[in-house]
């Protein structure tokens, strides 16, 4: 069998290249892989950056210096390398762009005052520093996105009047000037509208178009809705029909929770439940608490501790959630009633509650029908148990609950087959004795 075997070569190539990336002004050390480099090699011109130091290390690597000009135009590099074997394929190099701002909203500000100002442009990250010149300080910058920050610019009270520089700084460079001007008070025109009141549009040139923003203020009187009715009119315009435009909104009235009791009415001594739901869905959330009361009626009349909502106490907050219908209670997680204690005492509960949805604020309360069934009645003692006792003689201890808080007679009847005689022990001087 024969062997055969073939040579096969490569020519000039570049594989690989670190740090392919570099702002204008900089200067960045580079490693160039690939193979049959030689001492021959070169790096061909490349637009607003010179090389200097290139070091052939060995066949496969190679370091260079890549000085890149102030003046170089941001974007791609296509470079390629030579040796007396001829050229490489191509590699990329970026010569990052600095960071600019286009525009600043207001572009104004008074002496003494300090403005919030919208930047935008490009190339904005966090860390990046301002400066407006002398007289303004720069404070507070949140930056949002590459392309849009907020600054306070805080103005001296004597600060030169005029136009000012502001540039912005991040670790890819410094921007261009962007204006802005410390000005004398100036009048500033404030529009305000209602629904009900049609205005006429600016001086406008042909083919232009204009448009007006409008903050309003909506009272609870206002809903279901209200319709915003806004007309134009010039001379010579002869198509009327497009001057007219009506916009109806619906405006939510103020949710009023309704109360849920199971059961209802609640009994005496039993554990009970409050839910609240919305009729109908509100946009934003619903906050605020219910407050429990009780008001006795007994014969003995008392208030009973044992009345309170299972989270402890006759208060609890609530919150019902944005285009939700029922609440949460305290830190619930999850919708669901809240637990209470009706307690042994006769007399009337109470449930009232405030709430705020956006800007109003407001009470509400049960409705009569179920706030009316919400007592505990009178009703007559109940025995719970019984227990009688042998040393030292014999004794009978009785436990009952009354919601009228008072007993006023008490049978006892004992079933003996060799008659006895009682009498009460001085342990409970205050039950008469034959009682």
């Given at each position: ?32 892989e ?22 052939v ?6 370091t260079?210096t ?8 941001p ?5 390629t ?8 394929n ?8 600095p960071?600019?701002?286009?525009s ?13 100002a ?32 907020v ?38 025109l404030?529009?305000v509208s ?12 042909s ?12 009272s609870s ?8 009715a806004?007309?134009v009119?010039t ?14 909104t ?8 309704n ?7 609640p ?19 619903v906050?605020?608490?219910?407050t ?24 609890t ?56 069934s ?16 042998t040393?030292n003689?014999f004794?009978?201890?009785?436990n ?36």
């Amino acid at each position: 069998m024969r062997r055969c075997i073939r040579k096969v070569s490569f020519g000039l190539a570049v594989i690989g290249i670190t740090a392919n990336s570099a702002r204008g002004n900089s200067i960045v050390n580079v490693t160039l892989e690939g193979a049959n480099f030689d001492p021959t090699l070169a790096i061909n011109h490349i637009d607003g950056i010179a090389v200097t130091k290139l070091s052939v290390l060995s066949p496969t690597s190679a370091t260079a210096t890549f000085t890149i000009s102030a003046a170089a135009t941001p974007g791609p590099r296509a470079i390629t390398i030579s040796t007396s074997a001829g050229t490489s394929n191509v590699f990329a190099f970026m010569v990052i762009p600095p960071p600019g701002v286009t525009s600043i909203a207001p572009p104004v500000g008074l002496p003494g005052t300090a403005v919030v100002a919208s930047l935008t442009g490009a190339g904005f990250r966090s860390g990046l520093t301002l400066d407006a010149g002398s007289g303004i300080s720069v404070s507070t910058i949140v930056v949002s996105s590459a392309t849009s920050a907020v600054v306070t610019f805080t103005i001296a009270p004597d600060a030169v009047l005029g136009a000012r520089g502001v540039t912005l700084t991040t670790s890819d460079g410094t921007s261009a000037l962007a204006a802005f001007n410390v000005v004398v008070p100036f009048p500033d025109l404030v529009i305000v509208s209602t629904h009900s009141t049609n205005f006429g549009s600016e001086a406008l040139g042909s083919g232009a178009s204009t448009s007006l923003d409008l903050a309003i203020s909506v009272s609870s009187a206002a809903a279901p809705g209200v319709v915003h009715a806004i007309s134009v009119a010039t001379a010579g315009d002869l198509n009327p029909s497009n001057d007219f435009v009506a916009d109806l909104t619906a405006v939510f009235a103020t949710p009023l929770p309704n109360f849920v009791f199971s059961p209802s009415p609640p009994g005496a001594g039993a554990q009970a439940t409050l839910g609240l739901t919305l009729p109908t869905a509100f946009p934003h959330d619903v906050t605020g608490s219910v407050t429990l009361g009780f008001s006795s009626n007994a014969a003995i009349p008392q208030d009973d501790p044992a009345i309170q909502f299972a989270s402890g106490g006759r208060q609890t907050t609530f919150v019902i959630p944005a285009n939700t219908l029922q609440a949460r209670f305290g830190g619930n997680s999850s919708a669901g009633p809240i637990g209470f204690q009706t307690g042994t005492v006769a007399g009337a509960l109470s449930f009232s509650g405030t709430l705020q949805a956006g800007t109003v604020q407001t009470t509400f309360s049960p409705s009569n029908s179920v706030g009316s069934s919400l007592t505990i009645p009178k009703q007559a003692p109940s025995i719970r148990n019984l227990e009688t006792s042998t040393q030292n003689g014999f004794a009978v201890v009785i436990n009952l609950w009354s919601t009228m808080r008072e007993v006023t007679q008490m049978s006892l009847t004992f079933s003996t087959t060799t008659a006895v005689s009682l009498s009460c022990s001085s342990d409970y001087p205050d039950v008469p004795s034959g009682r």
